[in-house]
């Protein structure tokens, strides 16, 4: 990927998908746990599988890779220190149409993974295009620092309201969510005053009738 090119964001939807990572080591169980988070059915290739990745429960083989296994998968990542391995794995994955991730090789990669916060359905993704992970990692903080679980009670309630009018029969595209959003609600919702929220919504959702 040129480091000069702009990233396309996206959120995938992995449960139930066939995920492969390669590499047997502690920075391939991180990967492994944030697949397995997703829902992604993952089996592991490595020439030696540590424990951390033994202990995270997934079918693994203790073998080199083998060229074009990365066909049927979803999703390839690659967790190894040999740079060989991942441009192999890389190259197959463009033959094949497969995305693949190498850790640590931005080269081999076909796409990044952000530094990621999360606070219940609200996900927030810091990237530097593969530029920095240090300062995507470091810009994560800084957002978990700020994600308190009021985010999360504030995008439950927000969901009611757009099912509510969806039921009514109501567009949810038109409506002026932003004049109902702001650092009021949330902290609100810290201070404990749910019912204040929710009267707010009804207000809301009552004026958006007009």
Known sequence: MPVDAAVYPVNLLLDGRACLVVGGGAVAARKIAGLLAAGALVRV??????PEVRACGVPFEERPYR???VT????VITATDDPSTNAAVRADGDASGVWVNAADDPKSCSFTLPAVARQGPVTVAVSTAGHSPALASWLRQHVVAELGPEWATLAALLSGARERMKAEGRSTEGADWRALIDWDMLDLLRTGQDARVKERLEAWLSSSLD
């Open 72 to 75: 049927g998968q979803w999703l």
């Open 45 to 50: 290739v490595a020439t030696r599988v540590g």
């Open 67 to 69: 060229r074009g296994e």
